[in-house]
């Protein structure tokens, strides 16, 4: 492939210190064309001729190619960051596709997370939003200023629309992809103006997916879907419990099915590899495996929820603090108590974890849904003894991940690593190894949403004043014992354990929350979309409804008399009850059905999200979520038909944990293993979602996640309405809901 | 919830006749007649081999995803003589002879291009994986009824898990398909 991508160092150092914005050295073009989804292995469709910088790229056929630095795993983040380029670029958004950025820190780490690169926590539009609208603003800039000089026109007087650059009083015309050689020898500008946002057209518009098509049609390209010439595929047997070893294995039987090539050792688990995906799991299947469980994890869930529950009896690290909550308590005319418990949850992403590596003698070269680029960047080096920066990452769609892929200690890419190290030098032409996770595999390996037990009390003066309230916090930590341990543990406190309930917002006086965290649970576990809010939201908001029940007060003006202070909370929570219709009746049921309707708002990644629920109770105690309105707060909404998409995708995500999600250990050994004992939400049960938004100018937040935790304690207070049954633990038992 | 209850609430009857468990597994096969997307293959594969591993490990189909290997999700639907059938569930030698169509083809139908042009137009898809099967379970549902109501896409497209919960758009998009084939 002919690459004519221009060498003039100093383009690529433009904006540099001035604007946060860093630029790295040219894209060496095999990487580059490699790093796409749809690109394992084969070369670019355009030629390149302009890469003003790290960023985006624009070929002689007029194509613009943004670079994407986060993964897209259905958020929707390839649309949006292109979209923030194409503004200022002034791009046709027809010509604009995208790609996975390598890994490479220096220029693409998240700008939120200091050197390092990686996706989450919400933060890709977030951190981005200035960074990808200077990047296309540079290359307008250069396109314009190579135009002004080839027609010898004033640089002020041209116009740039749909990637055509124009001077109407001249008539002279040209396209990106006619200019783009001429702009690769512009210097790069030092300085950009951004667009007033009066003058967006992509921007708060609506800006197709640009993955669409290829998930449409079978083109798009996940790490499952990698095929390298003689690569092996790898199905492990892992150990039954957490914790476990191999004591000894028979192999005899699994290198006598057709098509496997090896069984090895790893600190995993036995592996086998063979030709095809098919083979290896019925070599796998006919492994005998002896497991050494001296060292395992052997509770179960029941003996751990038993702990924490002890636990809770006594004060634990106090995460915030108030005015004097034990004296409030002490002169409370009324205290509300209750507690709640919630399960382990797997992230269940359709596209089960696997993991692509070829080792050569250069480096090693990996094909992932990538979303922890530097951290898996480094683990890879340490295990190879290689250098960062001869791990080359391909970044491919992930199919799904809800934090699963965000590994923080890199597990599964380890376990591919370790196979491929194994089997180094074993195999002529030392192939690559495809780790493919069975369902079974995904949904038994751990890195679950934790288990946690909250417990809560309100105190309630004799003038009916709510004026203290503690909470109480019991689960394992996600952060503590991770490489994130030093910049996100406070005074043994992990932040995600807490957030959503350390952060309560309402106007409460005296308040003390206060968290347990366990050490010698040997469940791994990990953030799950929404991560501590997942669970704080619940017994925040679902407590609160039976402290205004305790009040004789309406949910919802309850809450805005104690968020006064919160314009933004309160704006959405006024927004989706007015939309909702809150305080008109409800159409009643059929016979026997109970109706009711339920509130919750809470604020994550700096989002604010509040849900108004409709529900319907039958009398055998089951429940249906008939409708879910929504309204949004999320500073500008880059695209708000994906502001929309991931708030209905966050209301079905959730509510499969209120029906059905718990992963459940029996003498250490998890009970679930696929979608007939873990089920997920299915179409028959997804209720009507409307989504509004709140108009904005604030830099825009969070959305992949924020949509998630009100959903739970919104159908909480719903059945609570309907039933006056509150519910303590989730998934709901349709037993305790029986007419 | 068991996953025998499941299957017989989700699997549609047509996939149900197809389980691996009613179906005399040959045991000696050494060349399996596929007809994919109307071409002609000889599989060397053995023959309990499910179809979903050929199609992406043998013929590099790979536009019919893994999710589940039990009839669980359907992300592996593909139709055997229109019907949409998973995959993963079948094995290769059962259907031999048989015209199979996955989403590589879905295009080549005028049914199967209005689907995918009414997910494009309005953006269904999030992660997308499970999107080749939810296409296909749409464009069979289609085929067979042409104006469908709410519940009977429910009842159609139960058994194609999205752990996105793209749901309300799927429901959109095939009223839209429905549509534009009017």
Redesign the interface.
């Known amino acids: 492939m002919t690459d004519i991508a221009i060498a003039n160092l100093s383009r690529r150092r433009f904006l540099q210190g001035s604007a946060g914005l860093t630029l790295g050295f040219v894209l060496p073009t095999a990487i580059a064309a490699n790093a796409g989804p749809g690109k394992a292995g084969e070369g670019l469709a355009a030629p390149v001729t302009f890469e003003p910088n790290a960023f985006l790229r624009i070929g002689t056929d007029n194509t613009v190619t943004v670079l994407s630095k986060h993964l897209e795993m259905g958020q929707g983040t390839y649309t949006g960051l292109a979209t923030l380029v194409a503004e200022e670029l002034d791009a046709d958004w027809k010509t604009v596709r995208v790609e996975g950025a390598p890994a490479d820190a220096k220029r693409y780490n998240n700008l939120f997370w200091g050197p390092a690169q990686g996706t989450g926590g919400s933060t890709a539009m977030a951190n981005s939003w200035e960074q990808m609208r200077k990047a296309g603003a540079a290359a307008r800039a250069m396109l314009v200023s190579a135009a002004a000089q080839q027609w010898k026109v004033p640089a002020g007087e041209i116009v740039v629309h749909d990637s055509v650059v124009s001077h109407p009083a001249s008539k002279h015309r040209a396209t990106f992809g006619q200019l783009a050689k001429a702009a690769a020898g512009e210097p790069v500008p030092a300085e950009v103006n951004l667009k007033d946002p009066k003058d967006f057209r992509l921007i708060g518009k609506k800006a197709n997916r640009r993955d669409s098509a290829d998930k449409t049609n079978g083109k798009a390209q996940f790490t499952q879907d990698v095929l390298l010439p003689g690569m092996l595929v790898a199905v492990v047997a892992h150990p039954p419990r957490f914790g476990a070893t191999v004591k000894s294995f028979d192999a005899v039987r699994a290198k006598g099915v057709k098509g496997v090539v090896e069984v090895v050792q790893i600190p995993q688990g036995v592996a086998v590899l063979a030709t095809d995906t098919w083979a290896a799991k019925k070599g796998r299947d006919a492994l005998a495996v002896t497991w050494d469980d001296s060292k395992a994890f052997k509770l179960g869930s029941a003996e751990i929820l038993d702990r924490y529950r002890e636990l809770a009896k006594t004060p634990g690290q106090v995460a915030h603090s108030a005015g004097d909550a034990d004296a409030a308590f002490a002169k409370a005319a009324k205290v509300v108590r209750a507690s709640y418990d919630f399960p382990y949850l797997a992230h269940a992403a359709m596209e089960p974890m696997n993991c692509v590596i070829r080792l050569s003698a250069d480096g090693c070269e990996v094909w992932n849904g990538e979303q922890m680029h530097t951290g898996d960047q480094y683990a890879l080096a340490g295990l190879f003894g290689l250098k960062p920066e001869q791990v080359t990452i391909h970044t491919l769609y992930a199919g799904g991940s809800f934090g699963r892929r965000a590994s923080k200690d890199a597990d599964y890419v380890l376990e591919a690593a370790h196979i491929v190290k194994a089997i180094n030098g074993k195999i002529s032409g030392n192939p690559a190894v495809k780790l493919v996770w069975l369902r079974e595999d995904d949904m038994r390996a751990g890195y679950y949403r934790p288990l946690f037990h909250h417990a809560l009390e309100a105190a309630i003066d004799a003038d009916g004043k709510l004026v203290g309230w503690r909470h109480r916090l019991v689960g394992q930590s996600i952060l503590i014992g991770s490489p994130f341990e030093k910049m996100l543990v406070k005074d043994g406190i992990d932040g995600v354990s807490v957030e959503g309930a350390a952060n309560l917002p309402y106007a409460i006086p005296n308040l003390k929350v206060d968290l347990h965290t366990p050490t010698d649970i040997g469940v791994p576990v990990l953030w799950w979309r929404s991560v501590g809010s997942s669970h704080t939201a619940f017994s925040t908001e679902a407590f609160l409804d039976q402290v205004a029940a305790a009040m004789g007060k309406d949910p919802v003006a309850l809450r805005l008399e104690l968020l006064a202070a919160h314009p933004r909370h309160a704006g959405v929570l006024k927004l989706a009850a007015e939309k909702a219709g809150w305080g008109t009746p409800l159409k009643p049921g059929k016979a026997g059905e109970r109706r009711g309707r339920g509130v919750a708002v809470h604020e994550s990644f700096h989002s604010y999200v509040a849900q108004v629920a409709e529900v319907t109770v039958a009398k055998d105690g089951s429940v249906r979520v008939d409708r879910i309105v929504a309204a949004v707060d999320c500073g500008v909404a880059i695209n708000p038909d994906n502001v929309r998409a991931q708030v209905e995708g966050g209301v079905g995500f959730a509510l499969s944990a209120v029906l059905y999600g718990e992963i459940t250990l029996k003498d250490g050994q998890v009970e679930q293993d696929n979608f007939g004992n873990y089920p997920l939400l299915r179409i028959n049960e997804m209720p009507r979602v409307e989504v509004h938004i709140v108009p904005s100018a604030a830099p825009p937040s969070g959305i992949g996640e924020p949509g998630v935790p009100p959903v739970a304690p919104a159908i909480a207070n719903a059945i609570l309405a309907a039933t006056g049954k509150a519910l303590t633990r989730l998934p709901l038992r349709t037993v305790e809901l029986t007419a | 919830?068991?996953?025998?209850s499941?299957w017989d609430r989700?699997a549609p009857p047509a996939v149900r006749i197809l389980l691996p468990n009613r179906i005399p597994i040959p045991m000696e096969s050494p060349m399996i007649p596929l007809n994919i997307n109307g071409k002609p293959y000889q599989a060397d594969?053995?023959p309990d081999?499910?179809l979903l591993?050929v199609l992406?490990?043998?013929l590099?189909?790979?536009?019919?995803?893994?999710?589940?290997?039990?009839a669980?999700?359907g992300?592996c639907t593909v139709h055997v003589d229109g019907v949409p059938t998973r995959a993963c569930s079948v094995p290769a030698s059962s259907v031999a002879g048989r015209k199979v169509t996955?989403?590589?083809a879905?295009?080549q139908q005028r049914i199967g291009k209005a689907v995918?042009e009414a997910?494009?137009k309005l953006?269904?898809?999030?992660?997308?994986?499970?999107?080749?099967g939810q296409?296909m379970s749409a464009v069979a549902l289609l085929a067979t009824n042409r104006r469908p109501t709410d519940a009977d896409?429910?009842?159609a497209?139960?058994g194609?898990?999205?752990?996105?919960?793209?749901?309300?758009?799927?429901?959109a998009a095939i009223h839209e398909a429905a549509k534009t084939l009017a």
Not at chain 2, 160 to 171: G, H, P, V
């Open positions: 919830m068991l996953p025998s499941l989700f594969v053995a081999t499910p591993w992406r490990d043998t590099h189909l790979t536009g019919t995803k893994y999710g589940c290997g039990q669980l999700c992300a996955t989403i590589e879905v295009d995918q997910w494009r953006d269904v898809v999030q992660c997308g994986y499970c999107q080749s296409i896409i429910d009842s497209m139960a194609n898990l999205c752990r996105c919960a793209t749901y309300q758009r799927i429901r």
